[in-house]
């Protein structure tokens, strides 16, 4: 067993089950390369459509019972309301045990991290009935997907989710000149904000508060149906609540063209250098050191750039580079990589039955 190995299991992954070291010693450069695959989840699991429309055929049936609660149908409805609150709240905690159960067992445990990292990333809420249903949808279909691909790619499908939609109100957010927004529907910036203050660019990157609202006015109209109302299930685009007109981000001009004028204001920023070096050295941060060195930064920021972004690439940089094999151990374990470290070292074979 060679040092390095102890490195790449634990500094990269998850810990080591029964052989893994031994695996690791014969070449633990290549070791990790190989794990960085797509990962599986359990498809029987409900996705974020079928919850939502759960939920709200719940929510309609709480509406009717206070409206008419000594109605037949009202009656009917109050006998099915524990059988769905049971069903959306078991979903709940199976989708979340899934997730921990597979980074336990699997023999490629550097992408379960890497997926902790992206969903740590892009974090959303489980606080509220809504959030409660969709947060745990989130990292199964817009991150995960994505983890080898562009990071454009992936920020795009997690700005069409309806968790981070809902979460961070671009449900509710409508243009000041809209059709919708002369009825007093108003502006809100927060995914504006966060899409380029966290998940993109960084602070200090060079951006003004006129690019956030800009782009908060870029995604205008990016919604969420409602299963009751509307013809479709999940991301809507509600065309008369776009705000109208071109938009000016960072210095450069996007026509009017609906939902494709935010399409494009998002890869501009997703692809800018500042989001290169940000998250690059949020990468780093989060394998190797709270203070990574410059020289490994600029090796991914430069293999960021020269890929547009190919996030498998990047991190074969980080694998590669000497400056992430230090013998010095610089990170704590989080108290769940400890819960998950400690059982894939005993071996667990246990599950979660509901």
């Known amino acids: 067993m060679s040092a390095d190995a102890v490195i790449a299991v634990n500094r990269f992954g998850l810990g080591a089950r029964k052989g893994e070291l031994e695996k690791a010693s014969h070449d633990p450069v290549q070791y990790l390369i190989d794990q960085l695959q797509p990962i599986s989840f359990n498809e029987k699991l409900p996705n974020s459509d079928q919850l939502s429309i759960h939920l709200a055929n719940y929510q309609q049936q709480k509406r009717l019972i206070k409206k008419e609660p000594e109605s037949e149908q009202a009656k009917d409805f109050a006998k099915q309301q524990k059988q769905i609150r049971k069903y959306l709240g078991g979903n709940f905690r199976a989708l979340c045990c899934d997730t921990l159960l597979r980074s336990i067992h ?69 243009g000041p000149n809209s059709r919708i927004g002369k009825r007093g529907k108003g502006l809100n910036e927060n995914l504006g904000r966060e899409l380029m203050e ?30 009751q109302r509307d013809d479709t299930i999940g991301f809507m685009f509600r065309a008369n609540g776009h705000e109208p007109g071109h938009r000016v981000l960072l210095g450069k001009t996007y026509r009017q063209g609906g939902e494709a004028q935010g ?68 990170k704590f374990k989080s108290p769940r990589e400890f819960v998950i470290s400690t059982c894939r070292a005993l071996n667990s074979s246990f599950g979660v039955h509901f």
Request: hydrophobic share 45%; charged share 20%; glycine share 4%.
């Open 263 to 330: 399409i494009a204001m998002i890869k501009a920023v997703a692809r800018h250098p500042a989001t290169a070096k940000h998250v690059s050295t949020q990468l780093a941060r989060h394998f190797v050191s709270d203070n990574p060195p410059e020289s490994l930064i600029k090796k991914m920021t430069d293999r960021w750039m020269a890929t547009d972004g190919n996030l498998k690439e990047v991190m074969i940089t980080l694998i590669k580079s000497d400056e992430a094999w230090h013998q010095e151990r610089q």
């Open 106 to 174: 699997s023999d490629q445990s550097l992408a379960w991290r890497l997926l902790d990292f992206w969903s740590n990333h892009f974090s959303v809420t489980a606080q509220g009935q809504m959030m409660r249903v969709l947060a745990p949808t989130l990292e199964r279909e817009a991150i995960a997907p994505h983890m080898f691909g562009s990071f454009h790619d992936m920020v795009l499908a997690v700005m069409h989710h309806p968790a981070m939609l809902v979460y961070l109100n671009n449900d509710k957010s409508f």
């Open 198 to 227: 966290l998940h993109t660019m960084g602070v200090g990157s060079g951006y003004t508060q006129a690019d956030v609202i800009e782009m908060a006015k870029g995604i205008t109209g990016w919604s969420v149906a409602r299963p």
